[in-house]
């Protein structure tokens, strides 16, 4: 029994080992396609400046570790209401979690955003209630597309063709200023809401992934256990049978199926 005991505790090492190695060798095989683009390019957001809604210069690496959403947007559009309205939403309960969502406004699509950027401000905060930043209005197509759109849309083409098709076009950026995902108009706020809450949690997958791979490991070896018990127990029964003394084979047999039961349940 310490033998068996012993060999048992040797597995569970192994197995420990052998997952963290397939985690810092080949990190890939874990993440997922949010937390892929974290590698892909050497560029990134921070890399721009934009000026806010009172034309001062704000750098873009000032939202360092934060989930960002960027979205053009117009307060004339069949499409604004609710858009504020879910990303006033979205902003109140994850802010203190690192989001923030960055507006800008563009009149490319049907005039709809034709104010002043002192007219835009007022509208944004008086009739909409929004308490995350706006900035100087943009164009999004074209050749006077703003630097940051062109960055955007690089990143993350749309369907057919990269140009933004209307309003509320919504970009999510993650904690390392990568452009993650692209959501076109009809794409209301609230049905990202679940890639905003991976991206938020980024600083704790590695673990989960680590806790989870150790559990599949260690079941795949409490199962091999189990079978080789079990295969084990039915030869020795059989051979018991053979020589003609099924009682006295049987009682060895129950005697090593629980020692090898015994080795798959020890951690």
């Not at 001062?56 to 609710?82: F, H, M, Q, R």
């Not at 979205?90 to 009149?107: H, R, S, T």
């Not at 084979?249 to 090898?260: G, P």
């Amino acid at each position: 029994m310490p033998l068996l005991i012993s060999l048992s505790n040797l597995v569970s090492i192994l197995l420990v080992v052998f997952a963290f190695f397939v985690f810092y060798k080949y990190p890939s095989l874990t993440s997922s396609p949010l937390q892929m683009a974290t590698q892909d390019s050497s560029k990134s957001i921070y890399d721009y400046t934009v000026k806010d809604i009172q034309g001062n210069d704000v750098p873009l690496s000032n939202y360092k570790d934060k989930v960002l959403i960027i979205v053009n947007v117009a307060s004339k559009c069949g499409l604004t209401e609710a858009n504020y309205k879910e990303l006033n939403v979205l902003y109140e309960k994850y802010k203190d979690q690192g989001l923030e969502i960055l507006a800008f406004p563009c009149n490319q699509f049907a005039w709809q955003e034709p104010g002043t950027n002192e007219e835009i401000q007022e509208t944004v905060c008086t009739r909409f209630k929004a308490e995350f930043p706006v900035f100087d209005k943009v164009e999004v197509n074209g050749k006077n597309t703003a630097p940051l759109f062109k960055f955007l849309k690089s990143e993350k083409g749309g369907l057919l063709l990269d140009a933004i098709k209307w309003n509320f076009t919504k970009f999510l950026v993650n904690k390392e200023g990568k452009v993650v995902e692209r959501y076109g108009p009809r794409t209301s706020p609230l049905q990202f809401e679940e890639d905003i809450k991976k991206l938020l949690a980024l600083d704790t997958p590695q673990l989960v992934s680590y806790y989870v791979l150790f559990l599949r490991l260690y079941m795949l070896k409490f199962n091999l256990g189990y079978y080789c018990g079990s295969y084990i127990y039915t030869c020795v029964v059989l051979q018991g049978f053979l020589r003609q003394n099924p009682f006295q084979s049987t009682k060895s047999c129950h005697n090593f199926n629980f020692s090898i039961s015994y080795v798959a349940l020890e951690l």
